[in-house]
């Protein structure tokens, strides 16, 4: 199983209970994970306050690219990503592709 989660620059695996989600439709499973530890938050979170101020130093015109960029990535992704919310919901295809053209969108 690949790791979950991203924290301070390097892929881990969390320390918290395995969960998952099934298709509410067959019953199969969409996919399962591990999920994060107390002490997995705080490292987060401890990374997080590192970051940010390198973040906030950048000029805002480099922040709008890597947030245009993290768009790109999602309408790259956006058919992938609408059939697993809708798998995982028991959306409509239709309401699952709005929902992911909605948070990919690049105004």
């Not at 099934?22 to 994970?33: P, R, S």
């Amino acid at each position: 199983m690949r790791p979950e989660l991203y924290i301070d620059g390097k892929w881990r695996t969390g320390a918290g209970a395995r969960f998952g989600s099934n298709d509410h439709a067959t019953g199969a499973q969409v996919w399962e994970g591990i999920g994060a530890s107390s002490d997995d938050v705080a490292d987060a979170m401890n990374a997080a306050r590192r970051a940010f101020r390198a973040w906030a130093g950048r000029p805002t015109e480099e922040r709008i690219a890597i947030a245009r960029a993290f768009g790109k990535a999602v309408e790259a992704r956006a058919q992938v990503i609408a059939e697993t919310i809708s798998r995982e919901t028991g959306k409509a295809g239709w309401d699952a592709r709005g929902e992911v053209q909605a948070n990919g969108r690049q105004d």
